[in-house]
C-alpha cells in the first residue's frame, strides 16, 4: 500500500518501469479469495509485468529479474531481504525509501517504533542497498513533523506520499551523476525490527503518554493489547489524561469515558475490541462489560 504513491509517480514519469516485484496474491474473507495488493492493481492497471516471488532467492525470480535487464530498482516497503547476487544485477544498483532519518530505526518496522517511542520528527531516507540491513549509503533525506494523535496508518500514508516525489527526483539525479552516495553517520543507529504480540502488551505501570504512543505504534496492526478477566482486549485508539488518578490498569467510566489509570496519569480509551468482537467506543465497551467496581486490566 505505502509504495503506490512512489509507483504512480515513477509510471508518470519518463522513468521506463518495466516490472514490479511485490509478495504473492494473499488469501481473505470467507470464500478465502485471492486478494490483490494494492501495489499489484497500479501496476497491472497500467500494464506492467508483476514479478511475485516467495522468496527473493528463487533462481527462476533472479533469472527473469537479469533478463529484464534494469539500469536501477526501486524498493518501497518490501519487507524481505535481497541476495547480494540480486542486489548487483542492475548497474545503479537499488535505491530503497526507508521510512526513518537513518541511521535511526534500521530494520522492517521504523514508523511504528518512532511512534512507540514518542517521536516528533521523522522522515524518508533514500539510500542505496547493500548486504547490510539498511546500512547502505544515503542519496537523500527529508524530514517530517510527527502529530500527536498520528497512528502508524496515517503517518505511513504521509510518508508514502512524501517519499514518491523525492525518490523520483533522486533516481533522476543519481542516474545523471548530480548526485554521490554518502556514508549514514555512526551516531545515533537504532533498529526497528517487526513488531511482536509480546512488544506491543501494555504494561500499565507505564506512565498514560508511553501506553498512548504504544497504542499508536501498534495501530493497525498488530493491535497494542492487555487482557480482561482473562480476555484478551486491543485498544485502538487513546489520548492522555491527567485525571481521575486511578491505580494503575484500574477502570472507570465517568460521563467523559472510560479511564484506565496508569503510573503517571490516565489513558482515556477511544476504541477498543476484545477478543472475537467487533471494534467499540470505549465507554459503549464499558457498559457491555458490566464494570465492576475496581475492575483492573493485566
Keep these: 500500500m505505502w ?20 509478495n504473492p496474491d494473499r488469501v481473505a474473507g470467507r470464500g478465502l479469495r485471492e486478494r490483490l495488493s494494492p501495489i499489484k492493481t497500479a501496476a497491472t492497471a497500467a500494464g506492467v509485468e508483476v514479478l511475485q516471488p516467495a522468496r527473493a532467492r528463487e533462481p527462476e525470480f533472479q533469472e527473469r529479474f537479469e533478463k529484464l535487464q534494469p539500469d536501477i530498482a526501486c524498493v518501497v516497503a518490501y519487507g524481505k531481504i535481497l541476495p547480494p547476487a540480486l542486489l548487483e544485477v542492475p548497474p545503479l544498483g537499488f535505491v530503497n525509501a526507508h521510512f526513518s532519518l537513518l541511521p535511526a530505526y534500521r530494520g522492517a518496522a521504523p514508523i511504528q517504533w518512532s511512534l512507540i517511542k514518542g517521536d516528533r520528527v521523522t522522515g ?6 547493500t548486504e547490510g540491513m539498511d546500512e547502505g ?3 537523500a533525506q527529508v524530514s517530517t513533523g510527527v ?7 496515517s503517518l505511513g500514508g504521509r510518508l508514502a506520499a512524501l517519499a514518491a516525489p523525492l525518490l523520483l ?15 549514514q553517520g555512526e551516531r545515533g ?10 512488544d506491543v502488551r501494555i504494561d500499565w505501570s507505564l506512565s498514560a503518554h508511553e501506553v498512548h504512543n504504544l497504542t499508536r505504534g501498534a495501530n493497525p496492526e498488530p493491535g497494542a493489547w492487555t487482557t480482561y478477566r482473562g480476555t484478551r482486549m486491543k485498544i485502538l485508539e487513546s489520548t492522555v489524561a491527567d485525571e ?6 484500574t477502570m472507570e467510566l465517568t460521563r467523559g469515558g472510560l479511564f484506565v489509570g496508569c503510573r503517571q496519569g490516565a489513558l482515556l480509551i477511544g476504541i477498543a475490541q476484545m477478543q472475537g468482537k ?18 483492573r486490566l493485566e
Excluded at 3 to 22: F, G, H, I, K, R
Excluded at 169 to 183: E, H, K, L
Excluded at 279 to 287: F, K
Design 244 to 249: 481521575p488518578v486511578l491505580p494503575p490498569g
Design 189 to 198: 543507529v537504532s533498529y526497528a525490527p517487526k513488531l511482536m504480540a509480546d
Design 278 to 295: 467487533r471494534p467499540l467506543g470505549g465507554a459503549d465497551l464499558a457498559r457491555g462489560l458490566h464494570l465492576q467496581p475496581g475492575d
Design 3 to 22: 509504495a503506490v504513491p512512489s509507483l504512480l509517480a515513477l509510471l508518470a514519469s519518463d522513468v521506463e518501469v518495466v516490472a514490479v516485484v511485490t
Design 137 to 139: 549509503p544515503l542519496l
Design 169 to 183: 527526483d533522486t533516481v533522476n539525479s543519481y542516474a545523471a551523476g548530480r548526485v554521490a552516495p554518502r556514508p
Design 147 to 153: 502529530e500527536p494523535l498520528d497512528t502508524a496508518a
Design 124 to 129: 524518508i531516507s533514500i539510500m542505496v542497498l
